[in-house]
């Protein structure tokens, strides 16, 4: 790793989390490495798997845009998008952030073990012994292939805790407390193979905590799978210790980790669906064994599930803003894109007999009925659905803003990003997007935020699709709106400030202006003021950027791949198959060129799913100002 990463990570530590590192060094590289040591390759006889031995039998699982064969021997270490090998050596000193071993992204994925609760779920349907000798030797392969601290699989916290809260339902779907009475090789298999496995995962999440600026999903992912953990499996050693430890820290991180409008402060959209199981899982598996979460944490967990209702277009699809990498706690279905939004406000309305977050295109799915069973499953169709969201949906005090019309199935919806870079010291998962904007007509992206695409590999890549340019916002003299020092680390982040809020209820028009101070090294202040007309369906943006000199703005719009461009005179006509057309009018004093699929320098690329990327247009504008600029954009949605 380049010396300059731990420079700029070091400015980011204040002295508590300086201690805090030195004792976690101490921790990984000294105890972990006695643990590590002692570590051999585990010579476990697989248990006989007749569809293993098949050659005619398969059953592919989609990761990112590649499958794996679970009806197959798995490759634990292989990154199967570059066919690179993570090496079998002490877990913390691997360069997970270099090219050298290929993406751990792609191998942990695997390693997650989701796919298990398929397996799980055909042996509960079928009762067919075949599918309990799979799970058995998959568990056994990964054991025997990953001993303790040995490998990249026992690197990062967040992999070990979703593998225990697969394990737990797994463990519930198979009905393994009559098995180990009635079935002597499965029993044999949990007193060699599973538990002392729950146990490594149980200590080893308990002893390596992410705290400080790492404490976002990865320190909620440790706290609910050791809760599940220490609710499942009453008899491993501390398991008192850890269910107080892990439901304590979960009372404390979802206040902790969520404004008080309920959203999460990673702002990454993606990421909110992957939080949000967490702690709807923990609370389930709490009230299913009798140790429910306070009135608080409900109230909470409460809150964000409105928000999630709120942040939804008629279609389910959410707004892309920050990070996304497809990451699920819970998966059943092994096609490739599952929408976990769409689930999880299914759940949240059983969960809660709430009608108001049960839309009218709503199902209840598998997962659905993992969670709450078949008391959760009629407790959501007794639901009346109190129909879908019509209005506009503001959270001044997060900075987020949706704008929407409703009228039957169509729909105009914007989503306004006032809000801050991100979540702690190095906003991990946050883009440079202040004052960027995201419009969806009729359920149908139309102007985007770029995506992701990667995180550790591909550096000029994850560079475009992090920076200001790949978002609806403004790039001052050629930079970001805070600086990048690293896949995940950004130094010296910007504020941002929402300066009106107008609502016009007589001529039904909403107002939002908002700025941010990212280019005040340039002496530089943008300031976005976006205006809804409900009744034209029409969208005004006034951008003016006060300075006290000569400066180079950008103005890009980003449109999604399927949206085709038509010039006019007065502007450029928009189209996505199936919505209503849609005019932008750019402000004279700019000329805009379309761009797409450019490489050098990158620009007009979209990224929907981690590890994919396909062009798509720009619409884009360079202009030199002075002192002061103001440029306005219209946009309307045609009939």
């Keep these: 790793m380049a010396l300059s990463w731990y420079i700029n990570r070091i400015k980011t530590f204040t002295l508590p989390e300086f201690f805090y590192r030195v004792c976690q060094r101490y921790q990984t590289h000294v105890k972990d490495k006695k643990s590590f040591s002692k570590s051999n390759l585990i010579e476990i006889r697989l248990p006989h798997s007749e569809i293993i031995d098949n050659r005619e039998e398969h059953c592919h699982y989609s990761i990112f845009d590649y499958t794996i064969d679970i009806y197959k021997p798995i490759d634990w270490h292989i990154d199967f998008s570059s066919k690179k090998r993570f090496p079998l050596t002490f877990a913390h000193q691997i360069n997970i952030r270099s090219d050298q071993f290929g993406s751990a992204k792609y191998v942990w994925e695997v390693n997650r073990l989701l796919f298990l609760i398929q397996i799980a779920s055909d042996y509960k349907t079928t009762k067919e012994n075949k599918f309990l000798d799979l799970l058995m030797y998959h568990i056994s392969s990964w054991k025997k292939n990953n001993p303790y601290m040995v490998g990249v699989n026992w690197y990062s916290n967040i992999e070990v805790n979703i593998c225990l809260i697969n394990w737990h339902y797994c463990w519930k779907l198979i009905d393994a407390e009559s098995l180990i009475k009635n079935n002597d090789t499965f029993r044999k298999f949990v007193d060699e193979v599973w538990s002392p496995l729950i146990q490594d995962h149980a200590e080893y999440s308990y002893k390596h905590p992410s705290l400080y600026s790492s404490a976002n999903n990865h320190l909620i992912s440790e706290y609910a799978g050791l809760f599940v953990a220490a609710s499942t499996w009453k008899n491993i050693p501390n398991q008192k210790k850890w269910f107080r430890y892990a439901q304590k820290g979960l009372e404390r991180e979802i206040q902790k980790q969520h404004t008080e409008e309920g959203i999460n402060r990673e702002e990454a959209a993606e990421y909110i669906q992957f939080i949000n199981d967490f702690f709807l899982i923990a609370a389930i598996v709490g009230k299913q064994n009798g140790t429910p979460f306070s009135y608080d944490y409900e109230k909470k967990l409460h809150q964000i599930a409105e928000y999630l209702n709120k942040i939804l277009d008629c279609k389910e699809n959410y707004p892309m803003y920050g990070d996304g990498d497809d990451g699920f706690v819970l998966r059943l279905c092994p096609q490739t894109h599952f929408n976990n939004f769409a689930s999880q406000l299914a759940t949240f309305a059983a969960y809660f007999e709430d009608s108001t977050l049960k839309r009218k295109s709503l199902i209840w799915d598998d997962k659905s009925d993992l969670l709450l069973g078949e008391e959760g499953n009629k407790t959501f169709s ?258």
């Design 382 to 639: 007794k639901l009346e659905s109190a129909g879908d969201v019509t209005e506009s949906s503001f959270f001044p005090k997060s900075g987020h803003y949706i704008f929407r019309k409703r009228k039957e199935n169509l729909e105009t919806y914007m989503h306004f990003d006032a809000a801050p870079l991100g979540f702690l010291s190095i906003a991990a998962h946050g883009h440079a997007d202040a004052l960027s904007f995201i419009l969806h007509v009729d359920g149908k992206p139309i102007f985007i935020d770029s995506g992701t695409y990667t995180y550790h590999t591909h550096r000029l890549w994850r560079e475009y699709f992090v920076g200001t340019l790949a978002h609806n916002t403004i790039r001052v003299n050629g930079k970001n709106q805070a600086d990048l020092a690293g896949p995940t680390l950004w130094l010296n982040h910007y504020k941002t400030q929402t300066l009106a809020i107008k609502n016009d209820h007589q001529k039904q028009i909403e107002k939002i202006i908002a700025s941010h101070d990212g280019y005040k090294k340039y002496g530089v202040t943008p300031i976005r003021e976006i205006e809804f007309d409900r009744i034209k369906d029409e969208f005004l943006i006034t951008d003016t950027l006060t300075g006290t000199g000569d400066f180079v703005i950008e103005m890009p719009f980003d449109l999604h791949p399927n949206v085709t461009i038509e010039k006019k005179e007065n502007g450029f006509l928009l189209q996505a198959p199936e919505t209503r057309p849609i005019l932008l009018e750019p402000d004279s004093y700019l000329h805009y060129e379309i761009i797409r699929g450019q490489e050098k320098p990158i620009l007009g690329w979209y990224s929907e799913h981690f590890g994919e990327k396909v062009s798509s247009s720009v619409l884009y504008a360079k202009v030199k100002c002075s002192t002061t600029a103001r440029f306005v954009t219209k946009i309307r949605i045609l009939e």
